[in-house]
């Protein structure tokens, strides 16, 4: 019996649609534990590779003969092999083709709305990682936001509509992955813009992204409006988009809120992030639909594959939201901070432009769940 090969995007839609799938995950338990496929119907078996070294009779019927079976490991090599050996033993199974380095890689862009005024816009959701990138096409030109750093998706995807991208923004300087907006900018011609108040230490050039700028995208005059938001970082700003739609960053998100330690100044910021939560954002419609950077777990996302919620449903269901002591509030945030991101440091060194880690390396730094939220 063939062993099959599966991409991570033969994955991602099974995500996508709600699918039933189960997981034969070989990687060491810790390694299983911290980082793994999440999916609405996936089920897990998880037993290190070295363990079935002798044979896999063992888990035989451990493991389903209704549903499909998928074998994972971190990079592919041995779950080919347990693979075949489970092929070997008469039953069906798939390996992921590049293992979980693929699965970290890999983004689904999925459509969140015709805008009003003219114009779409996408999200790009790269499921093995929670990260989320932005981008507004209008009358053949296209603005991005938090682009990851697999930019030849942004750029293809472009090519593919038919538009030209002249605008790409960071919402802050990233900690927990390495951004591709200047590498973009590169390719493109594009303009890059950072907020300044994060960019003290950059060694690049740049456009300062600042509180009211006002980006026209297209013929059809779509507005992308900046709004100062510090807290997870100084720099932090969001967008309000053709007055539908809330870019929040790291700020907020569906199930939680911006962690403010990642560089170094918890104590400093967690005025800034209540600031920003409890005034700022207080003052803008409650009918703007929040896109953040990240989301944390699959239950996040919406039925269609978005990440996306009302504000003003996120101001009554967000525990981050609703806590009205502001003594508590500062507790919460820094005292209930989970594991730092992989490589944090170095990676915020690769996004001032001071390291440029070559292609293998940039895998190994963001390696791992993203852990930009306070729990």
């Known amino acids: ?93 798939a390996y992921l083709e590049g293992g979980m380095k693929s699965w970290s890689s890999y983004l689904e862009p999925v459509k969140v709305t015709d805008l009003e005024n003219g114009g779409e816009l996408y999200q790009f959701v790269r499921l093995g990682k929670g990260c989320l990138s932005y981008m507004v096409i209008s009358e053949g030109e296209a603005a991005i936001i938090d682009a990851v750093r697999f930019t030849d998706v942004f750029t293809n995807f472009a090519k593919e509509k038919g538009v030209e991208i002249k605008y790409i923004f960071d919402t802050h300087l990233h900690a927990d992955h390495i951004s591709g907006g200047r590498m973009i900018a590169d390719a493109t011609g594009g303009t890059y813009y950072l907020p300044p108040k994060d960019a003290q230490e950059v060694v690049f050039d740049y456009t300062a992204l600042t509180d009211g700028l006002n980006v026209k995208i297209g013929a059809s005059q779509l507005d992308v409006n900046a709004l100062y938001s510090p807290g997870h970082t100084i720099g932090s700003t969001s967008f309000i988009i053709d007055n539908q739609f809330l870019v929040t960053g790291d700020i907020l998100f569906i199930d939680s809120i911006g962690r403010p330690d990642l560089a170094g100044l918890a104590e400093d910021w967690v005025g800034d992030l209540r600031e920003t939560l409890y005034s700022r954002y207080r003052d803008i419609k409650e009918d703007l639909v929040v896109l953040p950077a990240h989301f944390m777990m699959i239950d996040e996302l919406n039925e269609d594959g978005t990440v996306a919620k009302r504000l003003g449903d996120l101001f009554k269901d967000n525990h981050g939201l609703n806590i009205e002591d502001e003594a508590e509030f500062r507790r919460t945030v820094t005292e209930n901070l989970p594991p730092q991101p992989n490589a944090y440091e170095q990676i915020r060194q690769v996004n001032m432009g001071k390291i440029t880690p070559d292609n293998d390396e940039q895998t190994e730094m963001e390696i791992g769940p993203n852990r930009c939220a306070i729990r």
């Open 1 to 93: 019996m063939a062993v099959k090969k599966w991409t991570a995007a033969q994955v991602a839609r099974k995500v996508m649609d709600h699918e039933e799938l189960f997981i034969l995950d070989v990687r060491n338990t810790d390694a299983f534990e911290d980082w793994k496929i999440d999916g609405h119907q996936f089920e897990y078996l998880n037993i290190p590779y070295f363990e079935l070294l002798d044979g896999v009779e063992e888990i035989l019927p451990k493991l389903p003969i209704d549903k499909e079976v998928l074998v994972v490991c971190a990079k592919e090599g041995s779950s080919v092999m347990v693979a075949e050996m489970l092929s070997e033993a008469g039953r069906e199974v």
